[in-house]
């Protein structure tokens, strides 16, 4: 069982920067992790992931070049440095364990990523 937890959000200015920890209880090494987002009455969509142990990364074309996803595996924690934030940014992000490969079901599919934190806010206002 992994048992995920999100900390780092909170309220940035347009063109700010937050940066955003997951902790993990448990096994983490060689299972794909990504961070997702929800807004309200948006689905939740993936925003990065990235491999282990290889560290590749996966973007969603809005963030890149402004997101940089990472992961200590020794320290079972996961990073996402978000830069220039928008305020179509904003919403409630996740971090997820797949309990498997990047690939496996597709890479952004959230039924396939099988453990999930209880989320922290991130608000954008210009």
């Known amino acids: 069982q992994v048992q995920l937890s999100e900390s780092g959000g909170g309220s940035a200015q347009v063109g700010g920067s937050l940066r955003l920890s997951c902790s993990a209880s448990?096994?983490?090494?060689?299972?794909?992790v990504g961070w997702f987002r929800q807004s309200p009455g948006q689905e939740r969509e993936g925003v990065a992931l990235?491999?282990?142990?290889?560290?590749?990364?996966k973007y969603a074309d809005s963030v890149k070049g402004r997101f940089t996803i990472s992961r200590d595996d020794t320290a079972k924690t996961a990073f996402l440095e978000m830069n220039n934030l928008q305020p179509e940014d904003t919403g409630i992000y996740y971090c997820?364990?797949?309990?498997?490969?990047?690939?496996?079901?597709?890479?952004?599919?959230?039924?396939?990523?099988?453990?999930w934190g209880q989320g922290t806010q991130v608000t954008v206002s210009s």
């Open positions: 990235v491999h282990s142990p290889s560290g590749n990364t």
């Open positions: 448990g096994y983490m090494y060689e299972y794909c």
């Open positions: 997820a364990s797949k309990g498997n490969l990047c690939g496996y079901g597709g890479f952004w599919n959230p039924q396939y990523y099988k453990y």
